[in-house]
């Protein structure tokens, strides 16, 4: 059984930078084929995909925020940190993370398995 | 980027009813199309990949279907445990999500 969960602050202040981790069970981010994003989704809105990092390492960043995102991996603690800099409060949103499956037998990549989320609110 | 737009923003249903919902891609994606649900306070769940594959355990009353860049997801017959915000969702280029449609009681 996939299981993701994220953790970090609930309040970070206007320009600080935010670093949130995502622990995750049942996979393992060294197997070919996996991969972990990190979504976004403001109050009442879309979701926004962020970024992903895969089993060789190879990242990929949203085009609007990859100058503010930096995504990693510890594989041995079957872990995913996302940092965020320059933080505002239109940043305010719930933020996940989840497995970013490739299913080999229609090869595409879909978002099969989610964390709960956690809200991140930016106020001073 | 590739844009999604999605149709209706909302919409209202009784149990029962058949309800289509649309997403139209800005550019070609092939089949590379994503369904979810989400109900209030959850996360999204998966319904359909690549544009017309049911995830296992989704019942069968949810379908999907593709027509060039326009994608479709249809529920056969309402069930009260559907009314919730479907999202829909490109894999072809940096991924993104259409703009939601709440499904909510008539």
């Known amino acids: 059984q996939v299981t993701l969960r994220e953790s970090g602050p609930a309040l970070v202040k206007p320009t600080q930078t935010l670093t949130l981790s995502c622990t995750f069970t049942g996979f393992s981010l060294s197997t070919s084929g996996m991969c972990v994003s990190w979504i976004r989704q403001p109050p009442g809105k879309a979701p926004e995909w962020l970024a992903r990092?895969?089993?060789?390492?190879?990242?990929y960043y949203s085009t609007s925020l990859k100058t503010r995102l930096t995504i990693s991996k510890d594989t041995s603690k079957n872990q995913v940190v996302l940092t965020m800099t320059n933080m505002d409060p239109v940043d305010t949103a719930t933020y996940y993370c989840?497995?970013?499956?490739?299913?080999?037998?229609?090869?595409?990549?879909?978002?099969?398995?989610w964390g709960q989320g956690t809200l991140v609110t930016v106020s001073s | 980027d590739v844009q999604m737009t999605q149709s209706p923003s909302s919409l209202s249903a009784s149990v029962g009813d058949i309800v289509t919902i649309s997403c139209r891609a800005s550019q070609t994606i092939s089949n590379h199309l994503n369904w979810y649900q989400q109900k209030p306070g959850k996360a999204p769940k998966l319904l359909i990949y690549?544009?017309?594959n049911l995830q296992s355990g989704v019942p069968s009353r949810f379908s999907g279907s593709a027509s060039g860049t326009d994608f479709t997801l249809t529920i056969s017959s309402l069930q009260p445990e559907d009314f919730a915000t479907y999202y829909c969702?490109?894999?072809?280029?940096?991924?993104?999500f259409g703009q939601g449609t709440k499904v909510e009681v008539k």
């Open positions: 989840a497995r970013d499956y490739f299913d080999r037998n229609v090869f595409q990549y879909y978002f099969d398995s």
């Open positions: 990092i895969d089993w060789d390492d190879e990242k």
């Open positions: 690549a544009a017309s």
């Open positions: 969702q490109q894999s072809y280029t940096t991924w993104a």
